[in-house]
Nanobody, 121 residues
Framework: DVQLQAFGGGLVQAGGSLRLSCAAS????????IGWFRQAPGKEREGVLC????????YTADSVKGRFTISSDNAKNTAYLQMDSLKPEDTAVYYC??????????????WGQGTQVTVSS
């Protein structure tokens, strides 16, 4: 079975950092792109970052450029979202997803459960 598990969320003060992890199993990680998404209360889900293990392509949303980075450790089947200079508006539930292909992608086959990130001012 395909599983994606996102973890590492928490409460942090504005200006602080967090690193989220997305542990994957049940598919060939090297062929897939991993995307990070977030959804704040009352807002639509936003795609923030994508990295493709297949072709190395990446996508970063303007809202997080220069502050968030995505990386992937194929040996551990895990992708990471490093979030620096966090702002209260980054508060959201963060999800990871996987799809066979390159970034950016509009359709995602597999989703993990969310992890809450709360940034206090």
């Amino acid at each position: 079975d395909v599983q994606l598990q996102a973890f590492g969320g928490g409460l942090v003060q504005a200006g602080g950092s967090l690193r989220l992890s997305c542990a994957a199993s049940g598919f060939l990680f090297d062929d897939y792109a991993i995307g990070w998404f977030r959804q704040a209360p009352g807002k639509e889900r936003e795609g923030v970052l994508c990295i493709s293990n297949r072709d190395g392509s990446r996508y970063t949303a303007d809202s997080v450029k220069g502050r968030f980075t995505i990386s992937s450790d194929n040996a551990k089947n895990t992708a990471y979202l490093q979030m620096d200079s966090l702002k209260p508006e980054d508060t959201a539930v963060y999800y990871c997803a996987a799809e066979n292909g390159g970034c950016p992608l509009t359709m995602w086959s597999y989703w993990g459960q969310g992890t809450q990130v709360t940034v206090s001012s």
